[in-house]
């Protein structure tokens, strides 16, 4: 389990930390011509390499076999997929690298999913949990909710989206803490007070459309943190 932990630690920084917007949009617009496609597998090599401390010989089989299919997946992804697919060519493509980071973990060691030891897991996990709460969350729900972005914005709403993806980070860390602490009640005082907050804005506009797009990424924001407070609590109890 320890391994695979390693494995997904070392995914989600390749995937959403360290790959900047440009890259992504490089990918598709050059495709398999792209060079920042190789440069996303290079660093996905490299951190693979540092979180099994650069013991090649050991695991270069599961090295090999999960950056070969991450460059396979990645290039059907961006060769098939159009606009109206993008987020379905996105779960298909995170399904399918998770998938391969079990069988390469598989390899090694039998995969349990509640052999969790202690003095390994937990800040591992934890770490995985805050990446999950931050950068991940914020680039699924842009994902799904950029279909019903209003297209009537003001000048100012640049700084303004900026400051809300800060706002879904903190209210996503809040809930997480909330709920590992079984402060459940807590939750509904955070939704009370971000509604106060945003109904001044939302009557102000009279945007129907401008609220819905609210109200959705506020239920996918807390969806999504009540999910890895639940996840991480579930595992945390078996350490």
Do not use: C
Request: charged share 20%; proline share 1%; hydrophobic share 55%.
């Amino acid at each position: 389990m320890f391994l695979f932990l390693k494995f997904l630690l070392a995914h989600i920084l390749g995937d959403f930390v360290f790959q900047p917007t440009n890259w992504v949009i490089n990918k598709e617009e050059k495709k398999i011509k792209a060079p920042k496609l190789y440069l996303h597998i290079l660093v996905h090599a490299l951190l693979l390499l540092l979180v099994i401390q650069f013991q090649l010989k050991e695991y270069w089989l599961g090295i090999v076999l999960i950056v070969t299919s991450h460059y396979v997946f990645d290039v059907l992804k961006i060769t098939y997929q159009k606009k109206k697919t993008k987020r379905t060519w996105f779960v298909i493509d995170q399904i399918l690298h998770l998938f391969v980071l079990i069988v390469a973990a598989t390899i090694y060691t039998e995969f349990n999913y509640l052999a969790i030891h202690y003095y390994n897991d937990k800040y591992v996990l934890l770490l995985l949990a805050f990446l999950l709460l931050t950068k991940v969350s914020s680039i699924i729900i842009k994902q799904f909710i950029t279909q019903w972005q209003p297209e009537n914005k003001n000048e100012n709403d640049a700084s303004l989206a900026k400051a809300g993806r800060y706002i879904g980070i903190l209210e996503r860390l809040f809930v997480f803490v909330f709920v590992v602490t079984n402060h459940w009640e807590a939750i509904g005082f955070l939704i009370a007070a971000k509604s106060v907050f945003r109904f001044g804005d939302l009557t102000s506009s009279k945007d129907r459309k401008l609220t819905e797009y609210i109200l959705i990424g506020t239920l996918l924001s807390f969806g999504l943190a009540i999910l890895i407070g639940i996840l991480y609590s579930y595992a945390v109890i078996r350490l």
